[in-house]
T-cell receptor, first 121, second 112 residues
Framework: GAVVSQHPSRVICKSGTSVKIECRSLDFQATTMFWYRQFPKQSLMLMATSNEGSKATYEQGVEKDKFLINHASLTLSTLTVTSAHPEDSSFYIC?????????????????FGPGTRLTVL | GQNIDQPTEMTATEGAIVQINCTYQTSGFNGLFWYQQHAGEAPTFLSYNVLDGLEEKGRFSSFLSRSKGYSYLLLKELQMKDSASYLCAVRSPMDSSYKLIFGSGTRLLVRP
C-alpha cells in the first residue's frame, strides 16, 4: 500500500515551454501533497504545500506564477513549470500524506513519488 | 530559523557499523525522520522518532535526544547496497501543514 506515482518520469523540453508533472496517490486519499525540488548532490527543498480544494502554500523564494500547483482531487496534484528555463532543470519529487494522518500519529506519513527528471534545453 | 546539520560524506567498510549524526534547531518539533535515497530515486522511509531514546528496526537504529537537538542513524552489518544518501528530516508544526524540513543529506559510501 501507500504508493505514489509521478508522470512523466523524465522530460526534456525547450526553453520557454511549459511542463506539467502529475502526482497521484494510487491506493489512498491524500488531503495534502508536497512538492520538492532536488538539485544534484543536494537535499530536498520544499517548494510548496498543496491542499485538496484550496490554494497551494509556497515556500519563500518560490515563484507561484512560475510553478503552478493544482490539487483538484484527493488523489491528484499537478505541478506546471511555466516558461521553463535551463535553470529550472532539476529532479522534482512529490509526496502525499494520507488523509487519516493526525499529529498524534506515530508512523511515516509522507509517501514519496519516484520523481521527475526535468531537463530544459 | 530552521537549521539541520549532517556530515556531507562518510565512508565505511562492508560488514562494519556506521553512525550518521544529525543536529537540528527548528521552530517547534513534532518528530524526526530518517530516509534513504539512492541516486535518481525517491527517498524511502527508514525510521521515525518523536520521544527520546533508541528505536531499533533490523540493521537500522535511530536515536533521539530532544533536549540536545540531536539524532543519529546507526547502520549495522553494512552491505554494499547501503551506499546511498541518508536524509534527516524534522517535522515542524510551523503551520497547519506540519511540513518536513530536510537536512542536506549524508552520502555514504560502503567499500568492500
Amino acid at each position: 500500500g501507500a504508493v505514489v506515482s509521478q508522470h512523466p518520469s523524465r522530460v526534456i523540453c525547450k526553453s520557454g515551454t511549459s511542463v506539467k508533472i502529475e502526482c497521484r496517490s494510487l491506493d489512498f486519499q491524500a488531503t495534502t501533497m508536497f512538492w520538492y525540488r532536488q538539485f544534484p548532490k543536494q537535499s530536498l527543498m520544499l517548494m510548496a504545500t498543496s491542499n485538496e480544494g484550496s490554494k497551494a502554500t509556497y515556500e519563500q523564494g518560490v515563484e507561484k506564477d512560475k510553478f503552478l500547483i493544482n490539487h483538484a482531487s484527493l488523489t491528484l496534484s499537478t505541478l506546471t513549470v511555466t516558461s521553463a528555463h535551463p535553470e529550472d532543470s532539476s529532479f522534482y519529487i512529490c509526496s502525499a500524506r494520507d488523509r487519516t494522518w493526525s499529529t498524534q500519529s506515530s508512523y511515516n506519513e509522507q509517501f514519496f513519488g519516484p520523481g521527475t527528471r526535468l531537463t530544459v534545453l | 530559523g530552521q537549521n539541520i546539520d549532517q556530515p556531507t560524506e562518510m565512508t565505511a567498510t562492508e560488514g562494519a557499523i556506521v553512525q550518521i549524526n544529525c543536529t537540528y534547531q527548528t521552530s517547534g518539533f513534532n518528530g524526526l525522520f530518517w530516509y534513504q535515497q539512492h541516486a535518481g530515486e525517491a527517498p524511502t522511509f527508514l525510521s521515525y522518532n518523536v520521544l527520546d531514546g533508541l528505536e531499533e528496526k533490523g540493521r537500522f537504529s535511530s536515536f533521539l535526544s530532544r533536549s540536545k537537538g540531536y539524532s543519529y542513524l546507526l547502520l549495522k552489518e553494512l552491505q554494499m547496497k547501503d551506499s546511498a544518501s541518508y536524509l534527516c528530516a524534522v517535522r515542524s508544526p510551523m503551520d497547519s501543514s506540519y511540513k518536513l524540513i530536510f537536512g542536506s543529506g549524508t552520502r555514504l559510501l560502503v567499500r568492500p
